[in-house]
């Protein structure tokens, strides 16, 4: 059974960026631009995020540059609405 895809931040990032306590975010790169699911991890240090790409048929990997390496992300609550599975 995949994981679930989604977006895992520390709860001081989540804090810091104004998203602690969404159930979903929009994560912007310069390579394009979705919405995840947020989990906000206690297991991380202040500052630390990563990317679940649990589902293939998720389109998280249009966030993501081609060599998959680090990348700099805008990441901002959604509402409901945004919000499609």
């Given amino acids: 059974m995949l994981e679930q ?3 895992g931040l520390s709860p001081d990032e989540a804090m810091r960026v104004g998203v602690s306590g969404a159930t ?3 994560v912007t ?3 394009g ?3 995840l699911p947020l989990v ?3 297991r ?3 500052g630390g995020a990563y990317l679940v790409m649990g589902d293939p048929a998720s389109d998280a990997a249009t ?3 081609a060599g998959r390496g680090p990348v700099r992300a805008a990441i ?3 509402v409901p609405q945004e919000v499609t599975a």
């Fill in 5 to 7: 895809t989604h977006l």
């Fill in 24 to 26: 979903h975010v929009r």
């Fill in 29 to 31: 790169t310069p390579e």
């Fill in 33 to 35: 631009s979705t919405v």
């Fill in 40 to 42: 906000e991890d206690h």
């Fill in 44 to 46: 991380l240090h202040e």
């Fill in 63 to 65: 966030v993501l540059p």
């Fill in 76 to 78: 901002t609550a959604v």
